[in-house]
């Protein structure tokens, strides 16, 4: 009798707490599965190939590793058993049922998301098919695995609160502002942190570094954002990856094909209006380094013979194959990470179904020195226009 | 021990120009596709991207992107009283490996076929008299008519965006075009390629001379175009690394850069790389393929069911795979009975090398696989072969597919192969000299066939294909003909110095000449002379097709790809529309 009572109360805990909608209607449930899209919770909730939602997708941070928990309603090892106010305070709040969630966990920015849509998400994982897959979370060395530590990080680096519309601005652009801001949570890599991983609030979107990437600038600075891109440019390069002058690859191609490219294009509209309308947009740009510079000069040379066969003399690429670099913002970003990463390395664009090529650059790592290399990105951060720091070898 | 795996819709053998393509049309039509290539998958920008694309020792002298001959090779002898031997290192022609096949290194000249050359049996007797043709010329007609396979190649050149311009556009003749090209329902996707000085030059030689030049239709694109499945294609950048390379800036029209990008994209698609088919089954009628069986690089045996099978590989090992798996009737040139192995046909190339003085600098660098201009005044039955003696022909051009610093050095016969002499006349000739070439057809004869190799083995204990071939008298008239031709626009170019070199004597299997070896599982009408049918469906098993140049009954004065590929295209619509809604023969036997 008492483990009946027992079973029949966790039974309870798991029915949905909120009245008012049907946690089962078709609606809900869609709609919930597009603000997954939205949240991008698959792109650590899922490993890549795995059950959806399952969990145990490694995350590397500059902290350690942690693993994303299981998502699916299985009881034991999922959320199967979660109440709804449990669910809401993980999503907005960093508590989970078993104290503080790693920031890795971006509540920071789900806090701004009302409690319909998460509970929208939480209707929709409910339907997932239950898979066991026991995680444990917290990888991290000490000290950071001591969570009683993410209290003191929460009072430095969190503010609770939902999404506030900005009076005066249109209805388009507070929903591209709640997407970026809140659900989309593009700060989590777009903006740059402080040494406890918070985001510098006072340079929002103006670009970070993560996992070897440098995330640019995404505000309407017309020199290192999106500010020389149409919001048909911003739009087109979410939902395909590509534009007329740039193609995603890096963890942005996996942005694309998790999450943008599954959007509506009025959001993506909205997001492209909100965007445009942030940061600095009359930032001047610096005066580029004179052509007749040594450095140039030899930058000049190793262009000539190892980039202009795809990107051209004229640094303008071949739409929807290879990305222009002249106006390019990434090109001509502070932060030169990205740049020696894919000159060394390589990169392959995103491939999507309308923009299925894929086209990708080789590594030539094995082949330019590092002064070859820091000469040649300097040359084409100052030549067709384009004007940046010198790259240091 | 062969395991045996889940049986899939279609499995596909061999991945490159033929299987991409009708796992495309397959995969489409909503089946599941299995296709299982013995080469490793290739892609672009890791196996062989600009960083090192034009590795000339790499891919030229050693032979890179192509099969090992310790992995499967063939015998050769010229004619059935001599021993045929093993080709131990390829040489006249270069068997195509790994995914993509052919269609990574091929130059990408992209030609239509004549109309008369899929009639070219019955258009000769009617023009000249059955008495014109030599008794043990076996040519015929190909079951179809160009303007049945005019929709294809129209498919393909669009998917490819090849570059050319139109001389026949549904029936009006165009100024620039191939005045003697099939009427075709569209321009080309993109303008043809802009020609260098040597091009230039030829076909004003040409216009002085009374013939129609025009650009050659290339695979190297004049300019980026996306094509029909969406993927983009850059354009050529004239780095003459095209023929044995692959292309690493997404210029020149293969799988790669046409078709797989979304194929893979596909869930009904599967590709198994690094994995020999070892052969087809068959039920116990024999007139029912299973599946295939086939090894992976662990060594293990797997059988694939599959209810259609796809022999997709290159020309030769079409025909081996035939007769591995007890598919058709063996070829047998003494009764000329049987169909697996007949009319094995192969291209009759030549040359004119011209030295000119300095004044005229022809900056051989500058150049792609398809880049030159042409004359078709003397191929096929463009003009009257009566007083000649021979029937065909082919295309003549200056095409300037190489300037490439290892073996396309040209000096005048009588210099030292090496030495200080040579490096001179190197140095002295190679800005200014200039090979024009042309390219004829090859006819079908009887005693030119394919059958295994009574006494030579490959790595699984399978006999090896053997060929037997000779070059013929009509052949060697024709080249003799065409290359004679070609000296006198040559000449009109005003060289210092020409030498002509007609094809002449026996085949020699040592020396490069083309990859278009032609045959052996001909298409036809009639099944006691052909082994499939018009949609490249076997006459004996009908859910095989076997698409490839094995389906040539003879080869025509041109490069085969494009003819491949449309055949592909329309078989793959005869299995989606017809043969899908109703299993069995599309042609009544």
Known sequence: MRSATFALLLLLAAVPAHAGSDGQSYDQISRGRYLATLGDCAACHTVPGGPPYAGGRALETPFGTLLAPNLTPDRETGIGAWSDDEFIAAVREGQGRNGHLYPAMPYPYYTKMSRDDVLAIRDYLATLEPVTNKVVANQLPFPFSMRFTLSMWNGINFTSGRFQPVQGKSEEWNRGAYLVEGAGHCGACHTSKNFLGGDHTGSALEGGVLQGWFAPNITGDPHVGVGGWSADDIVAYLLTGHNRMSAATGPMAEVVTDQTSQMSPQDLQAIAVYLKDTGDQSNPAPTPIAASDPVMQKGQAVYIDQCTACHGAAGDGIPSLIPSLKGSSSIQSADTTSLRRIVMEGARSVATDPAPTGAAMPSFGWKLSREQIAAVLTYIRNSWGNSAAAVAP | ?589
């Open chain 2, 1 to 589: 021990m062969t395991r045996r795996l889940p049986p899939t819709d279609a499995v596909i053998i061999g991945l490159g120009w033929t299987g991409s393509i009708l796992a495309h049309e397959l995969t489409g039509a909503g089946l599941n596709v299995v296709a299982i290539e013995r080469g490793p998958w290739r892609d672009t920008a890791t196996d062989f991207p600009t960083t090192y694309a034009q590795d000339e020792l790499r891919y030229h002298v050693r032979h890179d992107l192509f099969l090992r001959p310790a992995q499967e090779t063939m015998t050769v002898r010229n004619n059935g009283n001599q021993n045929a031997l093993p080709m131990r290192s390829w040489g006249s022609f270069m068997p195509p490996n790994g995914v993509g096949g052919g269609g990574v290194h091929w130059n990408g000249q992209t030609w239509r076929f004549l109309p008369s050359d899929f009639q070219q049996r019955s258009h000769n007797i009617e023009r000249y008299g059955k008495n014109f043709l030599p008794d043990d010329m076996t040519i015929q007609d190909w079951g179809i008519t160009y303007d049945d396979i005019e929709p294809y190649y129209d498919r393909f050149e669009y998917l490819c965006g090849t570059s050319g311009i139109a001389g026949n556009l549904k029936g009006v003749l165009k100024d620039g075009g191939n005045l003697y090209e099939g009427p075709r329902s569209r321009e080309y996707p993109t303008p043809g390629q802009k020609q260098p000085y040597g091009p230039t030059l030829f076909a004003k030689a040409a216009i002085e001379l009374g013939y129609k030049p025009f650009p050659q239709p290339s695979g190297n694109l004049s300019q980026a175009y996306t094509n029909p499945l969406g993927v983009t294609l850059g354009p050529c950048t004239y780095c003459g690394f095209c023929e044995w390379f692959g292309c690493g800036n997404y210029s020149k029209a293969s799988p790669q850069t046409t078709i797989l990008p979304v194929l893979v994209r596909r869930p009904n698609f599967e590709a198994r790389t690094q994995c020999e088919v070892l052969k087809i089954n068959l039920d116990p009628s024999g007139k029912r393929a299973t599946g295939v069986t086939y090894i992976d690089s662990n060594g293990g045996t797997w059988e694939q069911p599959a209810e259609i099978v796809l022999l997709c590989a290159f020309q030769l090992f079409n025909v081996q795979m035939l007769l591995w798996s007890g598919i058709g009737q063996p070829y047998n040139p003494s009764t000329n009975e049987g169909v697996i192995g007949r009319n094995y046909s192969y291209q009759v190339t030549s040359s004119v090398n011209a030295f000119f003085d300095e004044d005229k600098n022809f900056n051989p660098f500058i150049s792609s696989g398809a880049i030159g201009t042409c004359v078709d005044d003397f191929n096929g039955d463009n003009f009257d072969h009566g007083k000649h003696g021979y029937i065909g022909g082919g295309y003549m051009g200056a095409v300037q597919t190489n300037g490439r610093p290892l073996q396309s050095t040209l000096t005048p016969k009588g210099t030292p192969a090496w030495g200080a002499d040579w490096k001179k006349s190197v140095k002295q000739n190679y800005l200014h000299t200039y090979q024009t070439a042309t390219h004829g057809g090859c006819c079908s004869y009887r005693d030119a066939y394919l059958d295994l190799d009574p006494t030579y083995n490959d790595a699984f204990g399978r006999k090896l294909l053997r060929i037997t071939f000779d070059f013929h008298e009509n052949e060697l008239k024709m080249s003799q003909y065409m290359t004679d031709r070609l000296a006198e626009i040559t000449q009109k170019m005003g060289p210092r110095h020409l030498e002509k070199n007609p094809r002449a004597g026996h085949y020699n299997s040592t020396i490069y000449q083309t990859t278009h070896t032609c045959g052996g599982a001909i298409m036809g009408d009639d099944p006691k002379t052909s082994a499939v049918n018009r949609y490249l469906q076997s006459w004996d098993v009908p859910n095989l097709f076997i698409p490839g140049a094995s389906a040539f009954p003879q080869n025509a004065g041109y490069n085969p790809t494009n003819t491949v590929a449309a055949l592909a295209f329309m078989s793959g619509d005869a299995i989606v529309n017809q043969y899908l809604k109703s299993p069995g023969p599309l042609v009544p036997a």
